[in-house]
């Protein structure tokens, strides 16, 4: 079940679900206007969280955001049409190019069959439209580069084009007075290419641009919230894997030797996952 929660004075958030791949969404609640982050996976999941909202007395949006192009942050937008959407210039690109698709199971299983989609997402689609797909590709209405900064009216939205791996668009939104960093997926690997991955580039500079942020909590979009603690401790273990992953150039066992080594004990589950990303990695964009 979804559950609507609050974070400080002005931060709401929806929680997520994994069967059809519903992602957090979000409500910067301001004294003269509301910022929602991402527009969920379809008119149902964005009617959802409104109806929630309005129930705390929560005004619709003035201004939506989008994290990134992949369709479970979009597919909602064509409840929000008479809103502002707010997008990174890639964002908006890659936005533009699902205009042309069909999503029938027919279409959907071929585009997984070429390997231009693939199948848990096109799973995930099917489950949450059922046979009615009657999906609208709203395009954003603003774009920017690098980053916006959104006065609310007693909260301040900084939204900020950080990249990574997952979706090279992404952008984070930081909730300053809250101390609350929305990361949406941009932490994730890749799930899209042959193989799950990190690469030691991308991972550093999205870590770069992350690290810029006093945040205290950590919105991410398909896993639990995490504090600061979690969030550093997550972020070092990218930081040592994928320094290691260049030093042995990719030999995954050179690599669990090492970190096994360092730590002084046997390597956890997490950490022999987050080896073998980086060591995907580095295998295709070294091959």
Same mark, same amino acid.
């Given at each position: 079940m979804q559950e609507l929660k609050r974070i400080g004075k002005?931060?709401?958030?929806?929680?997520?679900?994994?069967?059809?791949?519903?992602p957090t969404l979000g409500m910067v609640v301001g004294d003269n206007r509301n910022l929602m982050i991402d527009?969920?996976?379809s008119e149902a999941h964005a009617r959802l969280f409104l109806e929630k909202l309005t129930k705390q007395n929560i005004s619709k949006p003035d201004v939506v955001v989008l994290t990134h192009w992949h369709w479970d942050h979009i597919f909602g937008m064509s409840v929000l049409k008479d809103v502002m959407t707010i997008s990174s210039a890639d964002t908006k690109k890659e936005m533009n190019k699902l205009i042309a698709y069909e999503w029938t199971d027919k279409a959907l299983d071929e585009r997984v069959q070429k390997g231009t989609e693939i199948k848990f997402c096109a799973d995930c689609i099917k489950k949450e439209f059922g046979h009615e797909r009657n999906i609208q590709i709203v395009l954003p209405t603003l774009t920017f580069e690098h980053q916006l900064e959104i006065d609310l009216g007693g909260v301040t939205?900084?939204?900020?084009? =950080?990249? &990574?791996?997952h979706s090279k668009d992404s952008v984070v939104v930081y909730i300053k007075e809250e101390k609350v960093l929305f990361l949406g997926d941009s932490i994730y690997p890749d799930i899209f290419s042959s193989k799950k991955n990190y690469t030691s580039k991308h991972a550093f500079n999205l870590i770069k641009e992350l690290e810029t942020f006093d945040a205290e909590t950590y919105i991410l979009s398909?896993?639990?919230?995490?504090?600061?603690?979690?969030?550093?401790?997550?972020?070092?273990?990218?930081? =040592?894997? &994928?320094?290691?992953?260049?030093?042995?150039?990719?030999?995954?066992?050179k690599i669990k030797d090492a970190f096994r080594q360092a730590i002084d004990r046997p390597l956890n589950e997490e950490e022999l996952e987050t080896i073998n990303l980086f060591v995907n990695g580095y295998e295709m964009n070294n091959t």
């Open positions: 002005s931060f709401w958030f929806m929680t997520p679900v994994s069967e059809t791949d519903r527009a969920g996976n939205c900084v939204i900020k084009h =950080v990249g &990574g791996d398909h896993s639990e919230n995490m504090n600061r603690m979690e969030f550093l401790k997550e972020i070092e273990l990218q930081k =040592v894997v &994928g320094n290691l992953t260049e030093k042995y150039k990719g030999d995954a066992g």
